[in-house]
């Protein structure tokens, strides 16, 4: 093996004496020297202590050290490094925080080098700005984590893996949504004219851009060499969860570790079917109260929380309450909501006038009193078997029995103290504005519009977008065989985006990467690297108010310790945060096995053909797959 000469002292004067280089830079360009040097089995025990010496000024470089203007530049790829990438130097800044608050409702406080680059893509002539904020050396332990954002919002804090030691990135997509400028204020340049580079950015390649920039990056600011692994981490939900999914779909051979909760996969369905539960009140020609259609929620909740074994105010397994409880014996119950105002949530879709609500609307409802009736519970079940068309094929799936019928909310109209229709914005700008092309935040009415038409709307939308915003590619090879790992969950009783909808794409991945395998040897096999678990009880990305059951709290600590020691989760660790077992840890069941409580402290895993086949649909009502 050949020795290197040391570095002579004329050559090391030469650099301290430089006016342009600072500290940083030199000990960075001794760190890079001294790990490329090849040295014999035999070197001497002097040269030992220099490279020691030398790997410990490395070690002990400081934020200031690092956190410099020249040492980013010089951390920058070379054009053409990064294909259709191409970086503008000038426009990078470098600034070193200390003891800040990072994250989303952090208390604790991290010094980190908060840092801007500026990228456009060779022949467009657009410019892309991205931020990263990177731990101080001390702090670093060669991660780099990506977060989600919600609605038509990509997340712009950068600060989210600093707790982890991770270095976190945060992209303006080329539109400025670093500044809160959200997709759908861009997604149209005006009416009729798509804006296809702000919804590609949006769909996927902002993030995948950030990721593959940011690694490269990384490993230049702190002096890593070019074969060091730095773990890769996404987490997010919501759209933030379809933004995930984008990513192992997309970028798999980025990441390590992706967690990815309720996905609003299959833009196209996901969207228009925010209109479904208004034009099912249109049709039927009813407009029930909202203290009626949540009678027959918490009556559903009560009826069906024994069939999972214990009762403690959540439905554990709504499989068992679809396949068992009929909905009409809530008929003549009675009902009482005294007056008051209140907010409707939008759950991540909203318009960019109520964004700053993540889409809510305030309305205030007078007292309501009555019994449920025939007409009530007839939109109730029509709600929950689904959009079809007028040939009887299914077009689409809906929420879980026992889910609040958000979608569905009625509003008051004082004038003719009536309960009159209420299209949600959630699904009505998306049909004005990616359906039908106009800049409207929301439908006018549904006149003239039926289940048909809702189809249509479906149709257009998912071959519009299929290789977008769709985000259903099933053959995830690139993201499983370079490694990594998914970790993929759903509220069972969510009432945005069906958890139904998580399920049938576990099962479109399983049919298209596992074609010829047995049920139990492609469920070993997903095991390895892609696991999906119902959250029972749960709504949107978060606990649930009507039922008091667990919630995941510590999924990127389970996904690091997967990723990086090895330590394949079997059962989801949860927490009871309310009720009657506050505080009760549950292992949650991974799908496709169910939760059965034998006493009521114990639950086993069950398998269940019955419950599977209530989980698995198809659609007739389009002419191509729906993965």
């Known amino acids: 093996m050949r020795h290197h000469a040391p570095l002579p002292n004329a050559f090391l004067c030469s650099f301290f004496l430089s006016d342009t280089l600072s500290h940083a830079h030199l000990v960075k360009y001794i760190y890079k020297y001294i790990s490329a040097l090849s040295f014999s089995f035999n070197m001497r025990l002097q040269s030992g202590a220099a490279v020691a010496a030398f790997a410990a000024a490395a070690s002990a470089k400081s934020l200031s050290d690092v956190c410099t203007l020249s040492n980013v530049k010089s951390s920058l790829p070379s054009n053409d490094t990064l294909l259709g990438i191409a970086l503008i130097p000038s426009s990078s800044t470098a600034a070193a925080v200390y003891n800040a608050s990072a994250g989303m409702g952090s208390t604790t406080t991290y010094s980190y080098c908060n840092v801007t680059l500026t990228y456009t893509h060779p022949g467009k002539g657009d410019t892309v700005v991205v931020k990263y904020a990177l731990p101080q050396p001390s702090d670093f332990k060669t991660r780099f984590y990506v977060a989600g954002g919600g609605g038509y919002s990509l997340s712009s804090d950068a600060t989210g893996g600093l707790e982890y030691g991770a270095v976190g990135g945060a992209t303006s997509a080329g539109y400025d949504a670093l500044n809160s400028v959200s997709y759908d204020e861009v997604v149209l340049y005006g009416n009729g004219s798509i804006n296809w580079d702000a919804t590609y950015m949006f769909a996927y390649q902002a993030l995948g851009e950030m990721t593959q920039l940011g690694k490269y990056f990384t490993k230049e600011f702190y002096g890593l060499s070019n074969s060091s692994k730095v773990y890769t981490y996404y987490e997010g939900c919501s759209d933030g969860g379809r933004e995930g999914m984008s990513q192992v779909q997309r970028y798999g051979e980025e990441y390590d570790g992706v967690i990815a909760g309720a996905p609003a996969f299959r833009y196209g369905q996901q969207q228009v079917n925010h209109v479904f539960s208004a034009e099912v009140e249109k049709t039927l020609d009813y407009y029930p109260p909202p203290c009626e259609l949540a009678k027959i929620v918490n009556a559903t909740i009560k009826a069906c929380d024994p069939l999972d074994g214990r009762t403690d105010g959540v439905i554990s397994r709504t499989d068992l309450c679809k396949l068992h409880f009929n ?19 939008g759950f991540g879709f909203s318009s960019k006038v109520k964004r700053a609500t993540t889409g809510s609307t305030t309305s205030t409802t007078p007292a309501q009193s009555g019994t449920v009736s025939v007409e009530g519970v007839a939109v109730a079940q029509a709600i929950v078997d689904g959009l079809h068309n007028s040939k009887g094929e299914r077009a689409y799936l809906s929420y879980q029995i026992g889910s609040e019928f958000t979608d569905a909310q009625t509003a008051w109209n004082n004038d003719t103290s009536a309960w ?3 299209i949600p914005s959630t699904g009505g700008e998306f049909v004005t504005k990616f359906v039908q092309l106009l800049d409207l935040d929301n439908l006018d009415s549904l006149d003239g519009v039926t289940y048909d038409t809702l189809v249509e709307w479906m149709n257009t939308a998912m071959v519009r977008y299929m290789d977008s915003l769709q985000t259903t590619l099933p053959d995830l090879t690139p993201f499983q065989s370079s490694g990594g790992k998914l970790l993929h969950y759903h509220g069972e009783s969510d009432p945005s985006i069906p958890s139904g909808s998580s399920v049938h794409y576990w099962q ?7 074609p010829n395998a047995t049920d139990k040897e492609a469920q070993s096999a997903l095991q390895d690297w892609y696991q999906f678990y119902l959250v029972p009880g749960a709504a949107h990305c978060g606990t649930n108010s009507l039922q008091p059951g667990p919630y995941p709290e510590d999924n990127m600590q389970i996904m690091i310790n997967w990723v990086e020691n090895g330590v394949k989760p079997t059962r989801l660790n949860a927490t009871v945060s309310s009720g009657t077992y506050e505080g009760e840890t549950q292992m949650l069941c991974q799908w496709p096995s169910r939760p059965l409580w034998r006493s009521n ?3 086993n895993c069950v398998s269940d053909k019955k419950s599977i086949e209530s989980w698995t649909y198809t659609f007739p009502a389009f002419k191509v797959p729906v993965y």
């Open 420 to 422: 009159e229709l209420s």
């Open 508 to 514: 479109s991945v399983r049919s298209i990467m596992y």
């Open 601 to 603: 402290s114990t639950f």
């Open 327 to 345: 909905m009409s014996s809530i008929i003549g119950e009675s009902y009482y909501c005294a007056a008051e105002t209140s907010t409707s949530l």
